[in-house]
């Protein structure tokens, strides 16, 4: 079983950056590939960005690359997404979820294919 516990969320102004963390226990952090999803009100949940086990390999949706930065970090057993140039519809909750992967440079970008799930954290980005 793995744990994740996402932090960082909250209230920030159009323009402001925020990094979002995702600790993770259970297992051998390294053999998970990660993903940041995201659902907003009335809306179906989204990948935002992904990484593979090696931390060599990332996928970001359309609307966020440039902007978004996804990262692990092995020693900590912590995947993070910096968050620069925040909009009004990046409001969401945000997901971290976790998939095994025997392929270092696999990187899982539908949401059926994570296992296990955080239970999210709020960013509202509002002037």
């Known amino acids: 079983q793995v744990h994740l516990v996402e932090s960082g969320g909250g209230l920030m102004q159009p323009g402001n950056s925020l990094r979002l963390s995702c600790a993770a226990s259970?297992?051998?952090?390294?053999?998970?590939?990660m993903g940041w999803f995201r659902q907003a009100p009335g809306r179906e949940r989204e990948l935002v960005a992904a990484?593979?086990?090696?931390?060599?390999?990332?996928s970001y949706a359309d609307s966020v690359k440039a902007r978004f930065t996804i990262s692990r970090d092995n020693a900590e057993n912590t995947v993070y997404l910096q968050m620069n140039s925040l909009e009004p519809e990046d409001t969401a909750v945000y997901y971290c979820?976790?998939?095994?992967?025997?392929?270092?440079?696999?990187?899982?970008?539908?949401?059926?294919?994570?296992?296990?799930w955080g239970q999210g954290t709020q960013v509202t980005v509002s002037s």
């Open positions: 259970g297992r051998t952090f390294t053999n998970y590939a």
């Open positions: 990484i593979s086990t090696s931390g060599g390999s990332t």
């Open positions: 979820a976790s998939v095994l992967s025997w392929l270092s440079e696999f990187v899982p970008t539908r949401e059926i294919q994570y296992t296990y």
